[in-house]
């Protein structure tokens, strides 16, 4: 295997070390030869100094994004910039590829043959689902033959056929970067592999996810004092009533909904979210090993 890891680096000042974490995790349990394809667009001039001291790190110049600063211009510029390091990689004759996030990272050795190993003739992905940006690994075959998009066209999203997809798994109301992939997938009658939520010990049910005992998602990292983290809550009974309300309403009433309600209304959770995900951060930068090892087996050796 020849792997090619690409990543675009939105990382804000206070997150160098998760950068540096995010660095030495993928060198430390990869036994493939592998080169990250790093979009630097976003990133502090000092950070993409850090990366170039990285000899298994290739800084991307990529175009620029100039899209409309819309209510999805951050999944469209996220796409944007990875379209083209894909197509880099690909430019490079690498045999795999994995999408990661800067907050994603695999925790255990041979990671990319655990997921190799998950694809055959009709299943040709593998993926954290819907945040498939988070981690997603397939052959360049795919990629190659399929010519997928990581989002889906305007005209693809007014079909029956994104309907039907979006139904299928139960993304109603949710766009996100990478589900074109598993869009075309759902067109050409293939499948792709889900990875799931392993997590034996936990302080929040979305943020510090442990996927298959392998690979590891902060979560939202890139959104912290950018924007509230919205959702991401459990057994509430008001969520699961806006749940109900947001699948019987059309898409457009719940826009202008959303629109005329004062967020700490609509979204309550958001304080108590920015909370633990603070606590969980400390935890990953202060005492990284023993809190990665809290995650993955329940062990609480934490101080």
């Known amino acids: 295997m020849k792997l090619g890891i690409v990543t675009v680096y939105l990382v804000s000042e206070d ?21 990250i394809y790093a979009g630097t667009n976003m990133l502090l001039p000092r950070f993409v100094t850090k990366l170039k001291q990285y000899n298994f790190v290739k800084p991307c110049d990529c175009s620029n994004y100039t899209g409309q600063n819309e209510e999805r211009r951050g999944s469209k510029e996220h796409s944007h910039y990875l379209e083209q390091l894909v197509k880099t990689a690909i ?28 694809l055959s003739g009709s299943c040709v992905l593998a993926s954290i689902f819907p945040a498939m940006s988070g981690l997603t690994f397939f052959a360049r075959d795919f990629y190659t033959k399929y010519q997928p998009r990581l989002l889906p066209s305007i005209q693809e999203e007014l079909s029956t056929t994104w309907t039907n997809f979006k139904l299928a798994n139960q993304t109603r109301n949710l766009v996100e970067t990478g589900m074109g992939y598993g869009y075309k997938i759902f067109l050409k009658g293939l499948s792709w592999y889900k990875l799931q939520r392993t997590n034996r010990g936990q302080y929040h049910s979305h943020f510090g996810s442990i996927f298959d005992d392998f690979i590891f998602h902060l979560g939202s990292a890139s959104e912290y004092k950018n924007r509230p983290m919205k959702g991401h809550v459990k057994n509430s009974t008001f969520n699961n009533i806006k749940q109900v309300i947001t699948k019987i309403l059309p898409i457009s009433v719940t826009h202008k909904l959303k629109n005329i309600i004062p967020n700490k209304i609509l979204y309550p959770e958001v304080k108590k979210n920015k909370s633990d995900f603070i606590k969980i951060k400390e935890l990953l930068f202060n005492e990284t090993e023993e809190f990665l090892d809290f995650l993955r087996n329940g062990n609480n050796n934490l101080k």
């Open 15 to 35: 997150n160098e070390k998760l950068l540096e974490i995010h660095l030495d995790k993928i060198k430390e349990n990869t036994t493939s030869p592998f080169t």
């Open 91 to 118: 430019g490079d004759g690498v045999s795999h590829i994995a999408i990661m996030h800067p907050d994603s990272f695999p925790v255990k050795v041979g990671w990319e043959k655990y997921l190799e190993n998950k």
